[in-house]
């Protein structure tokens, strides 16, 4: 697998993290007040920097097991599907 699509796998799988990460903590603020910017289920304290760092780290993991599943022999797309030794 070349550099520039470890990267595209990489942003791709960082997404998809960073989509699952962000509810996890989540506690909304159920008066609001739309002058002072704040709207009623907007959260309180979203803690955004704290979930890049933890979405950074767990799409990190799972890019590697990516990476090693496409540069192992399990999966080939010139071989039949799932090319298991016996």
Do not use: N
Request: no cysteine; net charge negative; charged share 15%.
């Amino acid at each position: 697998m070349g550099w520039f699509l470890s990267l595209v796998v990489y942003a791709i799988i960082w997404w998809t993290t960073l989509f699952a990460v962000l509810p996890i903590g989540i506690r909304p603020d159920a008066q609001g007040d739309p002058e002072a910017g704040g709207w009623r289920g907007a959260p309180t304290q979203p803690r955004i920097l704290q979930k890049v760092i933890i979405t950074t780290i767990v799409s990190a993991i799972l890019w590697l097991g990516v990476y090693v599943l496409i540069e192992s022999d399990w999966i080939s797309f010139r071989d039949p599907w799932l090319a298991i030794p016996d």
